[in-house]
Nanobody
Framework: VQLQASGGGLVQAGGSLRLSCAASGLSLVTYGMGWFRQAPGKEREFVCSISWRSGITLYADPVQGRFTVSRDNAENSVTLQMNKLKPEDTAVYYC????????????????WGPGTQVTVSS
């Protein structure tokens, strides 16, 4: 089972990035998907999540209204569209899969990708 996030990079404040997470060896149809991030010296924190079928989404307050999570079960992938980026969004972003769940706690997730770096300059 592999989750691979891509699309990270360097962007100026106010800009946008789109992260993708592709799964292999695992069908995401029964998995809620979450995005988490970890900044240097800080704990990993929840960003957003999406349920396995109906597309119910959850967002952490700092990203509400700026980030949008979506999924394509046919493509076995999840996308995180990040707009109006701020320097405090700088972190390594991780995608994760949780069977029959899409909560905000890291220990609810069964599989994790290796992360992709997002850097927002001021």
């Amino acid at each position: 089972v592999q989750l691979q996030a891509s699309g990270g990079g360097l962007v100026q404040a106010g800009g946008s990035l789109r992260l993708s997470c592709a799964a292999s060896g695992l069908s995401l149809v029964t998995y809620g998907m979450g995005w988490f991030r970890q900044a240097p010296g800080k704990e990993r924190e929840f960003v957003c999540s999406i349920s396995w079928r109906s597309g119910i989404t959850l967002y952490a307050d700092p990203v509400q209204g700026r980030f949008t999570v979506s999924r394509d079960n046919a493509e076995n992938s999840v996308t995180l569209q990040m707009n109006k980026l701020k320097p405090e969004d700088t972190a390594v972003y991780y995608c994760a899969a949780a069977q029959w769940n899409y909560g905000s706690k890291a220990d609810e997730y069964d599989y994790w990708g290796p992360g992709t770096q997002v850097t927002v300059s001021s």
